[in-house]
């Protein structure tokens, strides 16, 4: 589902560089007084992230 992104006081920090890679992605929009609608491929990070925890068990196993 779309996400609007709102500024916030103060500094980002760690999440700086998370809102710019969505806001890339096309999964973040800037929030710009209207409900738009929007479409973007849908993120598959838990299964990507998945996938890797079983490499690294995998590897781990066999050292």
Do not use: C, M, N
Request: aromatic share 12%; proline share 8%; glycine share 10%.
């Amino acid at each position: 589902k779309p996400v609007f992104g709102l500024p916030v006081a103060g500094d980002p920090g760690k999440f700086r560089r998370l809102y710019a890679e969505l806001e890339a992605y096309g999964a973040v929009r800037p929030f710009l007084g209207r409900l738009d609608r929007w479409r973007y491929r849908p993120l598959r990070e838990t299964g990507r992230a998945a996938q890797r925890v079983l490499e690294i068990l995998d590897a781990k196993s066999h050292s």
